[in-house]
């Protein structure tokens, strides 16, 4: 292990174009691959979430790397969501209650451009557009590319592999196929996929709905979500179920289905969307996976991270911030002075996979909670405690998703994990009508509720830790 290693990157995308800045910028040369064109050249985003949530642990990994301020400069902060009633009437829910804590939404592909700038203006790195991975000889560390341009497949030898390759990652393939070792691998789908529609910026320019929040349409069974952009316009994705259900992507075939769902479920944002049909009809319908493996590495020849390595579904906001994480905590891996890729790898799979387990698990609690428990009078009550907590108690207070989206200091299973016992003690006392949240409190009676509820916490996770949860 040295600086002299020939490092081989698949992906260019976010996680590895910052993992080969990074790298780079440590004094190791990097090859950096990736199938498809220049997206700084070509529109390559083809039905794939064009805006992203951007967030504390994401914000973490730019900064290390010295980009966080120009990501800055094209992120929308959201300071809260609006829910949005089948009515067209709509509330507030801001994400906590401490001043300044809010999440971006960001285009995919313009922090993809602006990291891929970084990383050209390096010395030490070069890209390879239109090259893609066919082949990976784990042994010997030569992968097989195709290159669409010349038509012709060439190979390529390195000392060491990383796949960013994403939820659908060639070298995760390799290790499942050629069983050279033993490894675990599940693929778990939501029943339920995406499809993309546009909100568009009016005559003006300007945007037709708050760009100040997240928007979401929350109906129980399924949900529309929409999330701004610098040009005006808001990104929509429907969250609907493939084949169940009054209304799901297999039976809305037709202008006439398509209207009537909306029109039924989502009328006020039926209004903004001119070209509903149109692109519901021509839009891909995408999918909803989870991806949990181990080990992540193969010898001291090949490790995957990013996606590659843990795909979650999109609904706590963290696929990019936890790719990102993952190459700072992978930095701080190499801080340690280990002598081998080998140890460097098991390390950085040692100190991660439980973190990632752990988003990838809140990531699908999530998904419920937006689609139908954000509406629910339970939830909205003990929203309100937690805001009020958080807002007169901001340095003993922080309500699980805080933990998870501001707390970039706590690793996701301790979020995961003492988050999940403090909702249960919460709710208990809502329940047990131990709290009225009807009546405004003082900031005694709500000290003593934030004591009731850290005791009831350690409780649950004491009562948990016996029982091996």
Known sequence: ????????????????????????????KIELFESRPDLRKVDI?????INLALSDRGLKGLELCGVVEKAKSICIPMLGRQMHDVKGNTFDSKYSGREGEYI?????????????????SHENVNI?????????????????????KTKKEFSVIG???????????????????ERKFLFSYSQNYLTHGYKELEIPADENGKNQLSKGHLHIWPRGDFMLIALPNMDGSFTVTLFLSYD????????????????????KEFPDALALIPNIKEEFLNNPTGFLGTVKCSPWSYQNKTLLIGDASHAIVPFYGQGMNASFEDVYVFDGILNMGLNTWQEVFKAFEKERKK???????????????????????LFKEKRKIEMDLEEHFPEEYFSKYAMVTFKEDIPYSEAMKKGRAQDKALLNLIADDEINTHLRMSKDELKQILKTIKEETNEILQEDKIAGL
């Open 1 to 28: 292990m040295n600086k002299d290693d020939k490092i081989l990157i698949i992906g260019a995308g976010l996680c590895g174009s910052l993992l080969a800045l990074r790298l780079a910028q440590r004094g190791y």
């Open 45 to 49: 985003s083809a039905g794939r979430s």
């Open 104 to 120: 971006n939404s960001i285009s995919r592909g313009d922090l993809n451009a602006i990291l891929l700038d970084e990383v050209d």
């Open 128 to 148: 390879h557009f239109n090259k893609k991975c066919i082949d990976v000889d784990l042994d010997e560390t030569r992968i097989q590319f195709y290159d669409y």
């Open 159 to 177: 000392d060491v592999i990383f796949g960013a390759d994403g939820a659908g990652s060639i070298l995760r393939k390799h290790y499942i196929s």
């Open 244 to 263: 169940e259900g009054e209304y799901s992507f297999a039976n809305l075939t037709s202008e006439e289905k398509i209207t009537e769902f909306f029109e």
């Open 355 to 377: 973190d990632t387990d752990a988003i990838a698990d809140l990531a699908v609690d999530n998904f419920h909670e937006m689609k139908d428990h954000v509406a629910n009078p």
